[in-house]
């Protein structure tokens, strides 16, 4: 049992290069979520989804995409990177409600 | 504006003492709070939670203590152990009656513990 799983750990992007950011959990759980965490500050929710298929926006979606088409998997798409996305991302999981969120190791990515 | 307040970015505390850190919140609606806690290089772990129905739980070396009046709360660790020493993240939700369980994060406090 690998729980939720990143890749990659660390990547450095050119301005306006495009990335995705992979995300997979093996607990069989509904609900996945990307939060993004800047130097000193919170998490900060950039897209969830209830269920395969069913996604939606938190609170710093912009310049982000992401898709469900399966229950294990949730990719993070980075369109055309911008020096504020250098940020660490962080995936999690979850049977949704109040219950404990899992999180992943993170991918720390650098725009430059 | 941040709904999750952690006011002290860093606390350090002698091996065996107790750690106290505190949390405030603006939002009202927030109905269950969680603390999580981060070594480095590692994703966030759930540490321990409260529902607003309470003012203390306990696990362990940790409790957590709610002031709903005063929209506060705090973790206790006693005693506290070097292997304590991490980054602890206060979160709310206020999704309570729905399935989502959206979490709003303080900015984290570093707890080190020297022995």
């Known amino acids: 049992n690998a729980g939720v799983t990143q890749t990659p750990k660390f990547r450095i992007l050119k301005i306006g290069q495009s990335m995705t950011l992979q995300c997979a959990q093996d607990m069989n759980h509904n609900y996945m979520y990307w939060y993004r965490q800047d130097p000193g500050m919170g998490l900060k929710l950039i897209y969830y989804s209830v269920g395969a298929g069913i996604t939606d926006k938190g609170e710093v979606p912009n310049g982000y995409n992401v898709s469900r088409s399966t229950t294990e998997d949730f990719p993070l798409r980075l369109e055309l990177a911008a020096p504020s996305q250098t940020s660490v991302y962080f995936c999690?999981?979850?049977?949704?409600?109040?219950?404990?969120?899992?999180f992943g190791p993170g991918t720390r990515l650098t725009v430059l | 504006d941040q709904q999750v307040k952690q006011n002290s970015p860093s606390l350090s505390v002698q091996e065996g003492r107790i750690s106290i850190l505190n949390c405030d919140y603006t939002?009202?609606?927030?109905?269950?709070f969680l603390w999580y806690k981060k070594y480095p290089a590692e994703g966030p772990t759930f540490l321990i939670s409260?529902?607003?129905?309470?003012d203390k739980n306990e696990d362990g070396r940790f409790t957590v203590f709610l002031n709903k009046s005063a929209k506060h709360l705090s973790l206790h660790i006693v005693p506290s152990q070097p292997g304590d020493s991490a980054v602890y993240f206060c979160?709310?939700?206020?999704?309570?009656?729905?399935?989502?369980?959206?979490?709003?994060f303080g900015r984290g406090t570093q707890l080190t513990v020297w022995p």
């Open positions: 999690a999981s979850g049977v949704g409600g109040t219950d404990t969120q899992y």
């Open positions: 939002n009202s609606m927030f109905d269950y």
């Open positions: 409260i529902s607003s129905i309470k």
């Open positions: 979160a709310a939700t206020s999704d309570r009656g729905s399935t989502l369980g959206r979490l709003y």
